[in-house]
């Protein structure tokens, strides 16, 4: 076990799969202790199994990041535990795609209470724990990484419900970052910005129904990944170590930044 995170508390959203669970991992691994916290419960509760039976410190705990109460009681709940919280990771989300004209208003606000409120509530609530918590340097401090998109810098048709809402993530990232800077709290915001990640994401948006059906499903995924300027999906423990890397010392001068992991993507 690495020692890079050591003692570190931090808690992780959407962590019953993709970029979320790598992520957990990725942080016991170096030490951390994890809170894995997920709408799915049963699945970030065998995921603590599995990080405790590895040796490392873990909780488990139900989150719909949409809904304030329950942040409210996740991060009470994660306080009570172990005391403090260092970092906080954002990766929950929902994909959608349908044309503008096409989409209801409660198809709209369904991702954007996901997307951009779960992020908005991660942010405030994060802030404000951090801001309160003990025996870090100088008793403050704290950092907190939002997992984006690419579709926020670079449009495509279909996915304005999903673009609008990780373009909206990145502002709110960068304008709370400063805020923080200019109370020196210590505490760095940043955004991590993945394009095609291989996750099981994928397997929920239509086009890749569509193609599962007329392919099959690893000629899918070939297909997708071939139209990448790499020619593949980044891997979620690809991403997984950008995030360790924003969460960490080494990246101390880094805040409100957009980590650009694409492939080119967006080049």
Known sequence: MSSYLEGKIAFITGAGSGIGQATALRFSSDGAVVVVADVNFFVVAELADRIKNSGSQALALNLDVSNESQWEAALAETLKAFGRLDILVACAGISFAKPVAAMTLDEWRKVMAVNLDGAFLAVKHGISVMRGRKGGTNGKGGSIVLVSSASG???????????????????????????????????????????????????????????AVAQGEAAAWASLEASQPLGRFARPQEIAAAIRFLVSDEAATMTGSELVIDGGYTA
């Open 153 to 211: 810098i670079k449009a495509t048709p279909g996915a304005s419900a999903y673009a609008a809402s990780k373009a909206g993530l990145n502002m709110l990232a960068k304008s709370a970052a400063l805020e923080c800077a200019a109370a020196k709290d210590g505490i760095r915001i940043n955004v991590v910005v993945p394009a095609g990640v291989r996750t099981p994401m994928w397997t929920s948006i239509p086009f890749f129904q569509e193609l």
